[in-house]
């Protein structure tokens, strides 16, 4: 619970999630054969290694967790056409047909989309100058791995990535290892976001406040801003995705991955120089809260008060800008008998400050203008229902709401939330499978 200093206190009001101190993210491309009996062998290995290393660490935080997610390359170089038949899909089942379907947006469109689509760009998407277009990366694999220990961490990754006995590394090519952290200030100590950046040396590291968790400033974990699980999986509610009750792909969800680096200067500075500036931006224009705020609950808005805000103060924030869409506008009964209330969350955040610039390690360090500067930036990573929710909460960001209402001035502006002070370089859509069906999934139907 928390007051709003960013500190955990019995007198707070709060109630805020405190994520794992680290997370490190490793993107891959699969060396095994794009054969039945080499896939099934992968599996097997894969499985086993990953249950040996669960018995040895026990989940974050004192732990480790260990998500594995499958992007489109994958699916279609690796699982071109199932060739058995069982209760989820008929033998001769080709990609992408046994994918999870958006049935929602299916039926909006008038033809069949899928809950992973590939990634895109979004208006406010400005890499660095001299950096290039946004690369939308061809990853087969990605690995979420979180917890409060960086040794453990490591040799997690050591066992799943290296090449000696009872370890995975012969199936994969590392494409990239991200890094970041996020916390710390709850306990009364500086935030990590803080004693890193200032270590580091970043341009504006002194103007990010001592407990904050994260470069920007402000809280974004509070509870009631998080989905309820499991409403961000697919089959959760009635209508969303077609994995109700017997897919194959139930308890899974999507991950959308992309990486900004964060201009710190221009966020305490240029181009918000004030605290209540930098309120409205993150939250709301008009509003305040008291100074050196940390953790802020914003009241709710919906769709008419962001119009609202865009007419009377042409600006809107960057939290708000998004409830409507990444919000339940309606009292909604889920699959599993509980009811949820308008406004609960629909997604989850993973994401993770970093000063990756734009990773830790890239097999492509030219492509990816790799540097050993430090630089202030951002893994982000969600878990949602389906891409399109992504996709509409993204663009929400922009000022482009449901029904296509736009603001009427440019997404990169300061009146746009965040945008002008963030610059992306990266994104890639994945699908975390179920916990039962996390290694190669589907492979087992290959003939």
Do not use: C
Request: no cysteine; glycine share 8%; charged share 20%.
């Amino acid at each position: 619970m928390d007051d709003g200093s960013g500190v955990a206190s019995s007198k707070g009001t709060m109630a805020v999630a405190i994520p794992p101190f680290h997370a490190h993210v490793i993107t891959a491309k699969l060396k095994a054969p794009a054969r039945a009996k080499a896939l099934q062998e992968a599996q097997r290995h894969l499985e086993e290694v990953l249950k040996r290393l669960e018995q040895q660490y026990m989940p974050a935080p004192s732990g480790v967790t260990i998500t594995i997610a499958w992007a489109l390359p994958y699916f279609e170089h690796y699982i071109p056409r199932l060739g058995k038949s069982s209760s989820y899909f008929d033998a001769g089942t080709p990609y992408p047909m046994y994918l999870p379907v958006d049935v929602t947006t299916s039926k909006e469109l008038g033809r069949t989309v899928y809950a992973l689509q590939r990634s895109r760009t979004f208006p406010s998407d400005e890499p660095p100058p001299g950096f290039g277009p946004v690369r939308l990366e061809d990853n087969d694999v990605a690995v979420l791995l979180r917890g409060d220990s960086i040794t453990k961490i490591l040799d997690v990754t050591n066992t799943l990535f290296g090449t000696g006995d009872g370890q995975a590394g012969d199936l994969f090519k590392v494409t990239s290892i991200r890094r970041g952290f996020t916390g710390g200030g709850h306990t009364g100590r500086q935030g990590l976001a803080s004693k890193l950046a200032t270590q580091a040396g970043v341009p504006g590291a002194k103007f990010i406040p001592r407990l904050s968790p994260i470069f920007l400033g402000f809280t974004t974990t509070l509870r009631d801003a998080e989905s309820s699980t499991p409403v961000s999986n697919f089959e959760t509610f009635p209508g969303w995705t077609d994995q109700w009750p017997n897919g194959y792909f139930k308890q899974g969800t999507i991950m959308p991955l992309s990486h900004l680096f964060e201009d710190l200067v221009a966020w305490y500075s240029k181009d918000f120089p004030t605290f209540e500036e930098r309120i409205h931006a993150m939250f709301r224009p008009g509003i305040s809260f008291p100074p050196n705020t940390i953790t802020a609950d914003p009241p709710e808005q919906n769709e008419a008060d962001v119009l609202s805000d865009v007419k009377k103060f042409h600006a809107y924030g960057h939290n708000g800008s998004m409830q409507p869409v990444n919000r339940l506008q309606q009292e909604l009964t889920s699959n599993y008998g509980h009811v949820y209330p308008v406004n609960t969350a629909i997604t989850n955040r993973g994401d993770f400050a970093t000063l990756d610039n734009p990773f830790h390690y890239t097999s492509d360090p030219v492509g990816n203008h790799y540097s050993k500067q430090p630089a202030p930036g951002l893994h982000f990573l969600l878990f949602t229902p389906t891409t399109e929710i992504f996709n509409r909460v993204r663009l929400a960001m922009d000022g482009v709401l449901p029904g296509g209402r736009s603001a009427p001035f440019s997404p990169r502006s300061s009146g746009a939330g965040l945008n002008s002070v963030m610059h992306t370089t990266h994104r890639q859509n994945f699908l975390i499978p179920p916990r039962s069906r996390r290694s190669f999934p589907l492979a087992e139907f290959l003939t």
